[in-house]
């Protein structure tokens, strides 16, 4: 079984930084891309940014030049840094990743169980 698992969140007031991380773990697999989305309160799950397994990144209209993606493929290991953080940014963050298993056809997305990051003064 693969698991991911996020940590970082936490309440930082406005201007403020985070850095989330989600880490895969399990055996016999190997990951495509990675990303983070989010959902606030009563809104839907919205892509944050993504990150291919060769470093191409994608991000949001809402975020270029304030997150930054990263990946480090050794640990299997996901990172997002927010920096100028708004009351805007608070939502649960999802870590995501899609994965092939040895065996598997076919890969398939994962999800991570989701980190609470709170933006106010």
């Known amino acids: 079984q693969v698991q991911l698992v996020e940590s970082g969140g936490g309440l930082v007031q406005p201007g403020g930084s985070l850095r989330l991380s989600c880490a895969a773990s399990?055996?016999?697999?190997?990951?495509?891309?990675m990303g983070w989305y989010r959902q606030a309160p009563g809104k839907q799950r919205e892509l944050v940014a993504t990150?291919?397994?060769?470093?191409?990144?994608n991000y949001a209209d809402s975020v270029p030049g304030r997150f930054t993606i990263s990946r480090d493929n050794a640990k299997n290991t996901v990172y997002l840094q927010m920096n100028s953080l708004k009351p805007e940014d608070t939502a649960v963050y999802y870590c995501?990743?899609?994965?092939?298993?040895?065996?598997?056809?076919?890969?398939?997305?994962?999800w991570g169980q989701g980190t609470q990051v709170t933006v106010s003064s």
């Open positions: 399990g055996s016999s697999f190997s990951i495509n891309a």
């Open positions: 995501n990743a899609v994965i092939l298993r040895m065996g598997s056809l076919f890969p398939r997305e994962y």
């Open positions: 990150i291919t397994s060769d470093g191409r990144t």
